[in-house]
């Protein structure tokens, strides 16, 4: 089976934005080792692409409302919720290869980059 | 030493310029670090050509877009870069800060020093890939660039803004004439009171890809030594440096000579040599995965050549006047010049000086083949002094070489005949030329003069090197006069000529054979 195929069935295993266990079950039993490491990169690849990760520093009180206003941001994508306090304040949104960053963790690194040869 | 007040300055000045608002990336994860190309995932804005940056440090240059990844060749050595390590766009292609501090310096492609003094820290980017200048902004080549060896200035000139190919098989001098030429261009610093001709300062570039570091380090030596790193730049990616770096050479040393070039400074750059460079390149296409064709070289190999030596221009004045003369060095293989490398570099140049080992092996050095040897531009920059005497002079050589090889079936010969091969044995010799003793145009327009004349037919051929080198001593010591005269570049007319006969005349009496 080629990597066009695979990746095509990668697409298919999922339902609303989830992994459809049943088809992958399926499709994993009849594919060989290496058919199989090409399909499991396909299917993070595609949860990657359908996923859009929101990165805080502390955990958010009213999330509903939030999710609310990234779900009209981000539609057709499943929006998780992931606490980091390296981020120190602020938010840290992740769509696919795409980072959008507010939060004080990055002003500060960029600020570090920014002043260096000032000394 | 920088006080304290001097750096809290320093540190508001920028922090009052530092950006605000959030900050959107693009990044990739890698996937796999393949022979130091990393195919990397995501990326998805990242353009051919631009810089990314790995988080663990370090940088690379995007060289592939394919459907889902993009190949990523690295320009840091001993990176370790693992699978999973995120990368980021830059949104800038590659540069290189070009300054006048550059002057005296070896940096490699990027601009990095590598002689262990401070980086420079001023100046303007250069991008190393850009579209030369079009043919509304050039006029043709108009000064010559005097390379001080008298078979190359008087057979094949070589003018401002022109491409010459310098070609021939390993160690047979190809590097010595680039060298010398560097060296030459000492005569017309704005220092020098004999630059008669008033011809501008050249700036000059060594381009050394792919070379052994103890190589380039004897060619900087030798540039020291003769206070030429002066007004010289030495762009190295030696053997050592990754394939990238190597790649990146040329077009790291193009985009410094455009700095130059755009202030309107003539400027020399030597690439020594293409043919390495064009292993680098296969090197990294091969990895890539790109089609192989001829010799194993991808399908854009000619453009490859094509578009760095098109960079080499004479601006006309309303663009500054500036240039760039280029000397491309090839090395072939038992002299096969119609190998693949060769060839596209042949048809791209404006000539080429080639270099052979049969005549490197009988003692004529430099070795150059005045029979392939050919300048298709230069001839218009010669002074009308040097085109006076290298036109008699290349009619008396071809006539020479033409008549030695009937000679050899003979052993009666008329005396006419017989004088001709004579004359011809003296043009060889007097074409020989030491290394690292380039000549001023008077003393080559002496020597080359002095035999056409006749006036060493009666010096037996073994001794035209020694009376050659005596004769120019004594011109210097007691005739400066005539040197004096030779330098404006003017015809040598009839006056000029019965006093350079009574000179000889002079000199032949103390002369002993």
């Not at chain 1, 996923?51 to 009213?62: C, D, G, I, M, S």
Request: charged share 25%; hydrophobic share 40%; aromatic share 6%.
């Amino acid at each position: 089976m080629n990597k066009k195929l695979l990746k095509k069935l990668a697409a298919e295993s999922f339902i609303e934005n989830s992994l459809d266990e049943k088809k992958i079950e399926a499709i994993s039993n009849s594919l060989s080792r290496k058919e199989l490491k090409i399909f499991i990169n396909e299917l993070k690849e595609q949860t990657k692409k359908s996923t859009v990760y929101v990165q805080t520093a502390l955990p958010l009180k009213n999330s509903d409302e939030y999710l609310r206003e990234l779900e009209n941001l981000f539609p057709n994508k499943k929006i998780e919720f992931i606490v980091d306090p390296s981020l120190l304040l602020g938010v840290r949104i992740i769509d696919n290869d795409n980072i959008i960053e507010i939060n004080m963790n990055n002003l500060l690194h960029k600020m570090k980059h920014h002043i260096v040869g000032a000394i | 030493m920088i006080d304290a007040q001097d750096i809290i300055k320093n540190l508001e000045n920028k922090l009052n310029n530092f950006p605000e608002g959030s900050a959107t990336d693009n990044i990739g994860t890698v996937q796999k670090n393949q022979d130091g190309v990393i195919a990397c995932s995501g990326l998805s804005k990242a353009g051919m050509g631009e810089v990314v940056s790995f988080e663990k440090g370090g940088s690379g240059v995007v060289f592939n877009l394919d459907e889902d990844s993009v190949s990523i060749i690295l320009l840091d050595e001993n990176m370790n870069i693992n699978e999973g390590d995120v990368v980021k766009r830059t949104e800038k292609t590659l540069s290189v800060t070009a300054h006048e501090q550059l002057l005296g310096r070896i940096v490699n492609p990027l601009g990095k020093p590598l002689d262990g003094k401070p980086g420079i820290t001023k100046g303007t980017a250069m991008p190393l890939e850009k579209i030369a200048a079009g043919v509304v902004q050039r006029e043709p080549v108009n000064k010559p660039l005097k390379t001080g060896i008298k078979s190359i200035d008087a057979m094949i000139p070589i003018g401002r803004g022109q491409r010459e190919l310098i070609i021939g098989d390993r160690g047979l001098g190809k590097t010595a004439i680039a060298i010398d030429t560097i060296i030459n261009q000492g005569k017309f610093q704005s220092n020098n009171k004999d630059n008669k001709q008033k011809l501008k300062p050249v700036i000059c570039i060594y381009v050394a890809i792919g070379q052994k570091d103890s190589s380039i380090a004897q060619i900087v030596n030798k540039l020291q030594e003769r206070g030429a790193m002066e007004y010289t730049i030495v762009v190295a990616a030696g053997a050592s440096m990754p394939a990238a770096l190597q790649y990146l050479a040329p077009y790291g040393g193009s985009a410094i000579a455009e700095y130059f070039m755009e202030k309107g400074a003539d400027v020399l750059i030597v690439y020594d040599d293409l043919t390495k460079h064009a292993w680098a390149y296969r090197q990294i296409s091969l990895v890539l995965r790109r089609p192989a064709g001829r010799e194993a070289y991808p399908g854009d190999i000619f453009y490859l050549h094509s578009r760095l030596l098109e960079r080499a221009v004479k601006l006309n004045e309303k663009n500054g006047g500036g240039s760039i003369t280029a000397l491309p060095i090839i090395e072939t293989q038992a002299g096969d010049i119609s190998a693949y490398i060769p060839t596209n570099v042949i048809s791209i140049t404006d000539g080429q000086i080639f270099l052979e080992a049969n005549l490197f092996n009988i003692g004529i050095r430099p070795a150059i083949n005045a029979g392939s040897s050919v300048s298709r531009v230069g001839s218009a920059a010669q002074t009308s002094a040097m085109k006076s005497v290298a036109l008699k002079m290349r009619l008396d050589l071809a006539q020479y070489r033409e008549l030695a090889a009937f000679a050899q079936f003979g052993s009666e010969l008329d005396p006419a005949t017989q004088k001709q091969l004579d004359r011809g044995q003296r043009l060889t010799e007097i074409l020989k030329q030491p290394q690292y003793q380039p000549y001023s145009e008077a003393e080559e327009l002496l020597a080359i003069w002095i035999t056409t004349s006749g006036n060493l037919d009666d010096i037996p051929a073994g001794k035209v090197m020694r009376f050659e080198k005596e004769f120019l001593e004594y011109v210097r010591l007691n005739e400066s006069k005539i040197l004096n005269e030779l330098s404006d570049g003017q015809k040598i007319d009839d006056k000029k000529a019965a006093l350079l006969e009574k000179t000889v005349k002079n000199f032949k009496k103390g002369f002993s054979i």
